[in-house]
Nanobody, 127 residues
C-alpha cells in the first residue's frame, strides 16, 4: 500500500506560479506511472498531467499545455507539478495519483487506471 502526500498548494495571484510536490512512500516509486488531477467546487475531477516511469514522456490536459510541467525524481520518490501563468479557473483541489499496475511505460489520463491517491492540496488563484 503506497501513501501519497501532496504539498505546495496555496493562494496566488493570476499570472503567478506554484510548484506542487507529491511524496510517495511504501512501495517502489520508480515503477509507478504518476498523475495529477484536480477538482474544482461543483465540478467533476479533471485530468491535469501524467508522467511515465522514466520521466521522459508526459501528457497534459488541453488547458494546461504550455503552462504546466510535470517531472519526477525517482531517487526522492517525488513527483512535481510546476504551474505557471496561473488563472482563476485553475482554482481547485489538486490530487496526486499513482498507477502501480501499469504494464508498460506510458502515462495515462484515465483516472480509473490509478490505484493510489493523495488527500489533495488546495490551489486558489485570485484575479
Amino acid at each position: 500500500q503506497a501513501q501519497l502526500e501532496e504539498s505546495g498548494g496555496g493562494l496566488v495571484q493570476a499570472g503567478g506560479s506554484l510548484r506542487l510536490s507529491c511524496k510517495v512512500s511504501g512501495h517502489t516509486f520508480s515503477s509507478y506511472i504518476m498523475g495529477w488531477f484536480r477538482q474544482a467546487p461543483g465540478k467533476e475531477r479533471e485530468f491535469v498531467s501524467s508522467i511515465n516511469w522514466t520521466g521522459d514522456r508526459a501528457y497534459y490536459g488541453d488547458s494546461m499545455k504550455g503552462r504546466f510541467t510535470i517531472c519526477r525524481d525517482n531517487a526522492k520518490s517525488t513527483v512535481y507539478l510546476e504551474m505557471n501563468n496561473l488563472k482563476p479557473e485553475d482554482t481547485a483541489v489538486y490530487y496526486c495519483a499513482a498507477d502501480a499496475n501499469r504494464g508498460w511505460n506510458q502515462p495515462t489520463s484515465n483516472s480509473q487506471d490509478y490505484d493510489y491517491w493523495g488527500q489533495g492540496t488546495w490551489v486558489t488563484v485570485s484575479s
